[in-house]
């Protein structure tokens, strides 16, 4: 068995100041305070107190169904494909009805995000791409009237008219990471001092005019919400016959009471009846 002896530590005694400094100290109490360093301040224990109970209440309020999580919930739709079609009848030999122009979009997204516990929320909506297609003019060169623009550059139109087709825009097929429109809005968003943000990111669109095309949409949408002339004109003849028809035959029952010598009930006659 080795045993191995092992020594105390020796404690150190405790600095004096020196006899100068005694005397200074003595004479000056308050330089010994200004020399030390402060001492370390504990927290309170009130305070600490209250900091637990504020942690307590802050979890028990925020602990029902829509306070839990930061954020409650994300809703998104999204709709990859649609058109909108404008049609006519063509009474040929068959009635039936032709597409005329095609509206079609892409990726269209539209999102919610619910935040109770902090009182904000987010909505946001975007479009990939929208097209414009012309059915209504046979082989023409721009079939595409209205489409996103395409990032090669345009090459030159020559005289002939297989130069027109030079126009490129984006394809449905081609894939394009950068929506068309988006549109962002946020209330008390996260980590700003702002009550609301905006935010708006826009393309560029190419667009073509044509004339026929243009007539025909403006016809399409307004002329079932017009009236000619010509209609207004006969209406106003049919009424203005009828009103004549209607006071030839008060006057001629009024003429026949007078000669069977009984009571003649008098009747207002319209304004136009003295045109008679």
């Not at 009474?91 to 079609?104: F, G, I, N, R, S």
């Amino acid at each position: 068995i080795s045993m191995w002896r092992v020594r105390l530590p020796q404690s150190e005694p405790p600095s004096s100041p020196a006899p100068g400094r005694r005397t200074l100290l003595q004479w000056f109490p308050q330089l010994w305070g200004w020399n030390q360093s402060p001492p370390d301040s504990d927290v309170p224990e009130k305070e600490l107190e209250e900091e637990i109970l504020d942690a307590i209440a802050d979890t028990m309020e925020n602990n029902t169904l829509l306070r839990r999580d930061t954020v409650f919930g994300q809703f998104n739709l999204t709709l990859r494909k649609g058109a909108f079609n404008l049609c006519t009848t063509r009474k040929d030999y068959v009635a039936t009805v032709q597409p005329v122009m095609v509206l079609q979009f892409e990726n269209m997204v539209v999102g919610w995000e619910s935040r109770p516990r902090s009182g904000s929320h987010k909505f946001h909506v975007a479009l990939g791409a929208l097209f414009l297609r012309d059915q209504l003019t046979e082989d023409t060169a721009f079939p595409v009237l209205v489409g996103p623009q395409s990032r090669e550059p345009t090459p030159m139109l020559g005289r002939s008219a297989n130069a027109a087709r030079g126009l490129r825009f984006i394809s449905p097929g081609d894939k394009c990471e950068e929506p068309l429109f988006k549109l962002a809005y946020e209330y008390r968003p996260f980590h700003s001092s702002k009550e609301y943000r905006l935010h708006v990111v826009t393309r560029s669109l190419e667009i073509v005019y044509n004339p026929e095309a243009v007539k025909w949409l403006s016809d399409f949408f307004t002329r079932p919400h017009q009236t000619s002339d010509a209609q207004l004109r006969q209406a106003a003849r049919h009424r203005y016959e009828a009103m004549k028809l209607r006071t030839k035959l008060e006057l001629m029952r009024n003429w026949d009471h007078i000669l069977e010598g009984g009571l003649v009930t008098l009747t207002l006659l319209p304004a136009c009846a003295v045109m008679y």
